[in-house]
């Protein structure tokens, strides 16, 4: 089933009109919910962002957050399947091409579930990267469609056999095309701070209460590309990638060229979260 304007429908019934400002300008935003074992993971994290993105475009649902999330279940239970995403994006909906933002426009809501199998092989051995300058606009930290900036970081690190690209913006590393990154060094986890240049990742959320649980020192000041280039571990984080270690960036190994203990041991305490209580 299909999440459309409020209510859950079959595909043939979604009807997007060609006036749609999520179709000229990317005038909308998005949430990624992950699924697992039938259940939705930090859901109320993912609304609360939501919220904010929505507030940040100035976009005003006709739906309470209780009422959204309450679609946001009948949705995943239609899902039947165990692992998958939920996936919701709202545009400001259809109304005369125009740069401004019109007066009345019903906003568009689509949502839907998706299979997604845990990436188990690359969570073991690591992933490629590249690094590229991060071309993005100053306003990261809205969830929003608009992904062009994106979409070619991550297409540029694919045609150089690299799963993803790690960005850099005036010799600081940012985030990826579409994870968080973070390094280890002598110990100590760090990540660039929220803010506007980054996605705050309900990931990274999720890391930063591990870390702290585990007596891991975390730190939000940053790092430059040196300090990444010569960090002991780098890993990412996402929805969908998890706790990911980053074994070659732009061709050189990692440390060792394997996943840290560090990295690891998260990876350990984030699977613990979701894993049904019978299997922890
Ligand atoms: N940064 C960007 C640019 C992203 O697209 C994503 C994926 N949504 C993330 C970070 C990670 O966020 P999350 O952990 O909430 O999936």
């Not at 005369?96 to 199998?117: I, N, Q, T």
């Not at 092989?121 to 469609?145: A, F, M, P, V, Y």
Request: aromatic share 8%.
């Amino acid at each position: 089933m299909f999440l459309w304007n409020g209510r859950l429908v079959q595909e043939d019934e979604i009807q997007v009109s060609y006036l749609d400002r999520g179709y000229y300008f990317g005038d909308g935003i998005y949430e990624v919910f992950r699924i697992y074992d039938g259940k939705l993971f930090e859901k109320q994290a993912h609304l609360n962002r939501l919220f904010q993105s929505l507030r940040e475009v100035r976009i005003t649902l006709p739906w309470s957050e209780a009422e959204l999330s309450a679609m946001v279940d009948s949705l995943a239970e239609t899902f039947g399947k165990k692992d998958g995403i939920l996936y919701l994006q709202i545009t400001r909906g259809a109304a005369k091409r125009s740069h401004l933002l019109p007066e009345s426009a019903e906003p568009s809501m689509l949502g839907y579930c998706e299979e997604v199998v845990r990436p188990v092989e690359q969570l073991k051995k690591g992933i490629n990267t590249i690094t590229l300058d991060d071309e993005r606009w100053h306003k990261c930290h809205i969830k929003s469609l608009n992904l062009l900036a994106n979409t070619l970081a991550r297409q540029e690190a694919a045609d150089a056999g690299a799963e993803e690209a790690i960005l850099v913006r005036d010799g600081r590393v940012t985030e990826c095309t579409a994870s968080n990154v973070m390094i280890v060094k002598k110990g100590v986890i760090i990540t660039h701070p929220n803010g506007p240049l980054i996605l705050d990742g309900i990931t990274k959320q999720v890391v930063e209460r591990l870390a702290k649980l585990s007596g891991i020192p975390y730190r939000n000041a940053g790092f430059t590309l040196e300090e990444l280039m010569d960090a002991d571990e780098v890993f990412v984080t996402s929805t969908t990638k998890e706790v990911m270690p980053v074994t070659m960036i732009n061709g050189i190994k990692v440390g060792s060229g394997i996943p840290g203990v560090i990295t690891q041991l998260l990876q350990h305490g984030f699977e613990q979260k979701f894993k049904p209580a019978a299997a922890a």
